[in-house]
């Protein structure tokens, strides 16, 4: 893969939503920051983009990008879709309270609550881990595709935004059965969810996203360190949805929409 691939990816999403931004009025207040923002990111791209990055930077810069991503789709947030949010909250109903798998995780152990709040958390470190762990293993020249599945599948997931605007379960739901239970690493989660998201729901999930694109990307070049990621993936994918951070359908399109990117390139 060429050098500047995965800005290519960068440069095309922050376009995508100043010209999303033009689309409808209630948007009009997030048309100047996104057009500096694509400004920025072609001018970047211009002088940077065929450079090659020293390994450190190789890993970070991306991560850099793929946050500043993500709260770039949140200046798109104008109001929730209650009709979409009772329809997978419904589909929730089917999956998860019907069939009694959300009591049971509620009436679990402590130490199993921590550990799926433990892999949701992990979300933070586990993408650019997969990058660091192809520099350390002597795979430089694997890292640009890497960026472009993770970013590409991540930003299909935030560019969606703009057109489904929904509020995490969390938000719309009791959530006291798990407060009673005083989970600590669930304090730290929702602390950071708090302060810094974007405060709304992402569908499909970059976290599902995220953490696939990852695993496959790694295990394409390192299968048995691709195992480990995919397991991690496994992990993030349900703490999304038992803790209610995200939807079923929220975690299986991310999913869906990872392996898409990985399939692509």
């Known amino acids: 893969m060429e050098v500047g691939s995965w800005q290519v990816v960068a440069v095309a999403y922050v376009s995508y939503l100043a010209v999303a931004s033009l689309t409808r009025r209630d948007f009009a207040r997030a048309r100047l920051p996104l057009f500096v923002g694509a400004a920025v990111a072609w001018s970047v791209f211009a002088a940077f983009g065929r450079v ?3 390994p450190v930077f190789e890993v970070v810069v991306p991560s850099l990008v793929l946050l500043a991503g993500y709260w770039l789709s949140g200046l798109l947030f104008v109001r929730p879709d209650v009709r979409i949010e ?4 419904s589909v929730d109903d089917r999956v998860l309270m019907r069939t009694g798998i959300l009591a049971w995780f509620y009436r679990s152990q402590r130490v199993v609550q921590e550990f799926f709040e433990l892999s949701y958390l992990l ?3 586990a993408v650019p881990a997969g990058a660091t762990t192809l520099v350390l293993a002597g795979h430089g020249n694997e890292v640009s595709r ?3 599945i993770v970013l590409l599948a991540e930003f299909v997931c935030y560019g969606m935004l703009p057109w489904i605007q929904t509020r ?5 739901e009791s959530m006291e059965a798990l407060a009673q239970r005083s989970v600590g690493i669930r304090r730290l989660n929702l602390s950071l969810v708090n302060r810094a998201s974007i405060q709304v729901n992402t569908l499909p999930s970059g976290h599902a996203a995220g953490a696939l694109a990852t695993a496959l990307a790694v295990g394409a070049i390192m299968p048995r360190a691709g195992i480990v990621f995919l397991l991690i993936a496994l ?3 349900v703490a999304t949805v038992l803790g209610r951070y995200h939807y079923v359908v929220d975690t299986t399109l991310g999913a869906l929409v990872a392996l898409a990117a990985w399939s692509l390139i």
């Open 52 to 54: 090659r990055l020293l």
């Open 86 to 89: 009772r329809w997978l909250q």
């Open 123 to 125: 979300v933070y470190l």
């Open 146 to 148: 890497f960026w472009m």
């Open 168 to 172: 995490p379960p969390r938000v719309l």
């Open 235 to 237: 992990c993030i994918s």
